[in-house]
């Protein structure tokens, strides 16, 4: 489980559908730990995981918040998200 408290923004916000034409937007390390954890539809699969394991790995200051997004957003598209901003 992540326990951030702080806000650590995104050099660029990640912008993709997750249902339909609904546009989601995530902007931060701690709403893309909550949404890897909270509301991914389907949490499996190969990039879900290493996206979790960046996070942990922020959160324990051995990688840069950059390789966490870009985790992120394989796990999107993994997830058959489509990426509409990257």
Same mark, same amino acid.
């Given at each position: 489980? @992540?326990?951030?408290? #702080? !806000?650590?923004? @995104?050099?660029?916000? *990640?912008? @993709?559908t997750? #249902?339909?034409? =609904?546009?989601?937007?995530?902007?931060?390390?701690?709403? $893309?730990?909550y949404?890897? =954890?909270?509301?991914? =539809?389907?949490?499996?699969?190969?990039?879900?995981?290493? +996206?979790?394991?960046?996070?942990?790995?922020?959160?324990? !200051?051995?990688?840069?918040?950059? +390789? $966490?997004?870009?985790? @992120?957003? =394989?796990?999107?598209a993994? +997830?058959?998200?489509?990426? *509409?901003?990257?």
């Amino acid at each position: 489980m @992540f326990h951030s408290m #702080q !806000k650590v923004p @995104f050099e660029r916000p *990640v912008y @993709f559908t997750r #249902q339909g034409s =609904l546009v989601e937007r995530v902007s931060s390390f701690d709403e $893309a730990a909550y949404y890897l =954890l909270h509301r991914w =539809l389907n949490p499996s699969g190969a990039a879900h995981e290493a +996206a979790r394991r960046k996070y942990r790995e922020v959160m324990a !200051k051995t990688c840069g918040e950059g +390789a $966490a997004r870009e985790a @992120f957003v =394989l796990a999107v598209a993994e +997830a058959g998200m489509t990426i *509409v901003e990257r």
